[in-house]
């Protein structure tokens, strides 16, 4: 676990810009938080997927405002509207794995932080991990991390954004 915890934190501390191959970050990521990297990475390309490169690959500076999506060129200009967005109490889901500011301020700590890919991932990544502790599956876990409430409606979306995940992670094998 040592181990693992120096890794994450060179990668935490190198990661000012986007990673050469932020893909391979899931890998470290998961292997730390102990989520199925597929799973992760799944849960990532249906939150921020954008066509580079030819492939789909999670964007690591997305935004959700309010229902819609922005996709920008840096980590400084997507900072600015996160900034915006909160200041005018507006709804926003942040980076690559879009977790809500609202909801998960106190995991995010701080807007700055919750603009950083690797931060972003791994904070992701835990609220799937004690998710999964709490239901004991991961689908439902997935499901969960997009709508914690058990009301039936938002059972209704978190079982549509599970199977949404589910596709994206069976084209990944």
């Given at each position: 676990m040592a181990t693992k915890i120096v890794i994450l934190a060179a990668i935490l501390s190198s990661a000012r810009t986007?990673?050469?191959?932020?893909?391979?970050?899931?890998?470290?990521?998961?292997a730390y938080c102990g989520v199925p990297s597929d799973i992760l990475y799944a849960?990532?390309?249906v939150e921020s997927g954008r066509w580079r490169e030819g492939k789909n690959a999670p964007w690591p500076w997305t935004l959700n405002i309010e229902g819609k999506g922005y996709y920008f060129?840096?980590?400084?200009?997507m900072?600015?509207?996160?900034m915006a967005a909160i200041s005018e109490k507006r709804s926003v889901d942040i980076g690559p794995m879009q977790t809500n500011w609202h909801w998960k301020f106190?995991?995010?700590?701080?807007p700055w932080k919750a603009t950083e890919p690797v931060f972003?991932?791994?904070?992701?990544c835990q609220i799937i991990r004690a998710l999964y502790e709490k239901h004991g599956d991961w689908w439902v876990a997935v499901g969960k991390y997009h709508r914690e409430s058990d009301a039936p409606r938002h059972q209704r979306a978190a079982?549509?954004?599970?199977?949404?995940?589910?596709?994206?992670?069976?084209?990944?094998?």
């Open positions: 986007l990673p050469a191959d932020l893909d391979a970050v899931y890998e470290q990521v998961s849960v990532s390309l060129a840096t980590r400084e200009a900072f600015e509207q996160v106190e995991q995010l700590g701080s972003n991932i791994k904070t992701g079982a549509q954004y599970s199977a949404r995940v589910y596709k994206e992670w069976e084209r990944l094998r």
